[in-house]
C-alpha cells in the first residue's frame, strides 16, 4: 500500500509539472530527451517511463556522514531528482507523440473523407469546394506534427500526397464555378465568345475566357488610361488643376458636350469627363498628355501583360490625327484586377478613382442589372462600339466587396449583360463561399 501512495504522488508531481510546461519549452524538451536517449517508437518510451517510475520507488539509500572531502567538494546531483528529471522529459516526449499520432490520424479520416467527397459524380461547387476544405484541414494536421517525431517520415510522404490533392481539388473547384459562369452565360443569352471575370477584393477569382482579349475593347480601355494619369501625377506632384489645352485635331464624335476644342480644361476635368462621360475628345487628349510609350510602360511594370494603348479613340465618321499605330488591347481578368488594385487602394490616386467610378453617368449595364438583388452597386465603367458591349463594375455584397466584368461582342445587347450580372450577383448573395 506505502508502495502505491508512493506511486501517486510520482505520478502527481509529474502530472503538475507538465501541465506547467509551455508548447515551446515541451517541444524544446522533447526534442532534446530524443536526441538522447534515441528511442524509437512510442512503446519504447513507455517502457523507459515504466523504468524509471520504477526506479523511483526504490527506497532511497540513506545519505553518507559528511566528511572533510565532501565538504571542500560539492556533491554530485541528488540521484532521486535526476531520476524525477529524466521522468519529466519522458512523460512530455510521450504527450507529443500521442498528439502526433492524433494528428496524424485526424489527418487521415478527413483524407478519407476527402476522397469520398470528390469521387462523387457531377460535382457541384458546394461539393468540390467541400472536398477542397478537406484537403486543406488534412494538411494542416499534418503540419501539428513534429519534424523530429517518430511518425515524421510518414507524414512527409503524406504531406506530399496531399498537397497533390489539394491542387487538384482547388482546379476542380476553379472547373466548376467556370462551368457556372458558362451556364450563366447560356442562360443570359450571351455569346460562345463572351468573357466573364470575378474576383473577391482578397483576389479569390474565377473566370470565363477572362484572359481572351476581345475584338476590340472600346470605352472600356478607358480605365487603364486614367491608372496611369493618376501614376504620373502623384509621382510627379502634378496638381489635378493643372490645365491642359485640348488640341482640336484631339476632336472626334463624343458623348460628352462638357469637352469642346481647342480649349483649357484642368486635368481632374478631363479625368472626370473621360470615365463618368465617357468623352474620346478628352481620352485622346490625355493619350497625347501622357505618351502611349508611358501608359504602356506603367502598364508592363504594374504586370499587365495584355492591356496597352496604341490607339485613339473615335467616333462614327470623324478620325482623330495622329491616331496612333496597332490596335488597344485588354483582357477581362487584367481589367477586373486593376478595378480590385483600385478598390483595395493598391494604386496612386485611387481614392479618387472610386469616386469617379461612382459618378458614371451611363448606368444601363451593372447599376440597372444589381437593381433588386442583394448586391449594392459600387461604381462602373462601361465600354461599347459596334464590335463589343461590355462593362467593370464593384459591388458589396453582405458587405464583401467583389468586382465583375463581362465583355461580349457586339450581338449582345444591354439585356444580355444585365442579366448575367444579376445571376452571379443573386448566386453569390445565395453562396458566400463562391
Same mark, same amino acid.
Given at each position: ?108 479520416? $478527413? +483524407?478519407?473523407? %476527402?476522397? @469520398?467527397? &470528390?469521387?462523387?459524380? /457531377?460535382? #457541384? =461547387? ?54 457556372? $459562369? +458558362?451556364?450563366? %452565360?447560356? @442562360?443570359? &443569352?450571351?455569346?460562345? /465568345?463572351? #468573357? =466573364? ?66 480649349? /483649357? ?170
Amino acid at each position: 500500500m506505502r508502495e502505491f501512495k508512493r506511486f501517486l504522488s510520482i505520478a502527481n508531481k509529474m502530472a503538475a509539472v507538465v501541465a506547467g510546461i509551455g508548447l515551446v519549452q515541451m517541444l524544446t524538451i522533447a526534442s532534446s530527451f530524443s536526441q538522447s536517449s534515441n528511442p524509437r517508437s512510442l512503446d519504447e518510451l513507455y517502457k523507459i517511463r515504466d523504468r524509471l517510475v520504477s526506479e523511483l520507488e526504490q527506497p532511497a539509500s540513506p545519505s553518507p556522514e559528511p566528511t572533510l572531502l565532501s565538504r571542500l567538494v560539492p556533491l554530485a546531483a541528488n540521484p532521486q531528482q535526476k531520476l524525477l528529471s529524466q521522468l519529466q522529459a519522458v512523460e512530455v516526449e510521450i504527450l507529443v507523440e500521442q498528439r502526433a499520432n492524433d494528428n496524424l490520424q485526424q489527418a487521415v479520416r $478527413l +483524407a478519407n473523407r %476527402a476522397v @469520398e467527397t &470528390g469521387g462523387q459524380q /457531377n460535382q #457541384s =461547387i458546394e461539393s468540390s469546394q467541400q472536398t477542397q476544405f478537406l484537403w486543406n484541414q488534412a494538411l494542416n494536421n499534418l503540419q501539428e506534427v513534429p519534424q523530429y517525431s517518430f511518425l515524421a517520415s510518414l507524414t512527409a510522404s503524406k504531406t506530399q500526397e496531399y498537397r497533390e490533392n489539394l491542387t487538384a481539388a482547388t482546379s476542380q473547384v476553379q472547373q466548376a464555378k467556370s462551368d457556372f $459562369l +458558362a451556364a450563366v %452565360a447560356r @442562360e443570359s &443569352g450571351l455569346s460562345e /465568345n463572351a #468573357s =466573364i471575370g470575378i474576383c473577391h477584393l482578397s483576389r479569390e477569382c474565377v473566370n470565363l475566357r477572362g484572359d481572351v482579349p476581345p475584338v476590340s475593347p472600346a470605352s472600356l480601355i478607358k480605365l487603364p488610361i486614367a491608372v496611369a494619369l493618376m501614376q504620373k501625377v502623384e509621382k510627379e506632384k502634378i496638381s489635378l488643376n493643372k490645365e491642359v489645352f485640348v488640341d482640336a485635331g484631339n476632336f472626334t464624335e463624343d458623348s460628352s458636350t462638357q469637352i469642346l476644342s481647342p480649349k /483649357n480644361y484642368p486635368l481632374k476635368t478631363l479625368l472626370e469627363e473621360m470615365i463618368d462621360r465617357s468623352s474620346n475628345t478628352a481620352t485622346n487628349q490625355l493619350i497625347d498628355y501622357l505618351g502611349s510609350d508611358y501608359i504602356n510602360q506603367f502598364l508592363e511594370n504594374r504586370g499587365y501583360q495584355v492591356t496597352r494603348v496604341n490607339f485613339k479613340l473615335m467616333g462614327e465618321k470623324i478620325m482623330p490625327t495622329n491616331p496612333g499605330s496597332g490596335p488597344n488591347r485588354l483582357t477581362a481578368n487584367e481589367l477586373t484586377e486593376m478595378m480590385v488594385q483600385i478598390y483595395n487602394g493598391e494604386t496612386p490616386g485611387a481614392k479618387l478613382l472610386v469616386e469617379t467610378l461612382n459618378g458614371q453617368y451611363d448606368r444601363a449595364l451593372g447599376f440597372a442589372a444589381l437593381q433588386g438583388t442583394q448586391a449594392q452597386w459600387l461604381g462602373e465603367k462601361t465600354g461599347e462600339n459596334s464590335l463589343v458591349l461590355g462593362t467593370t463594375l464593384a459591388m458589396s455584397i453582405d458587405g464583401e466587396a467583389y468586382v465583375m466584368t463581362v465583355i461580349d461582342s457586339r450581338s449582345s445587347g444591354d439585356r444580355q449583360i444585365r442579366q448575367s450580372i444579376s445571376k452571379i450577383a443573386d448566386y453569390i448573395s445565395r453562396n458566400p463561399s463562391f
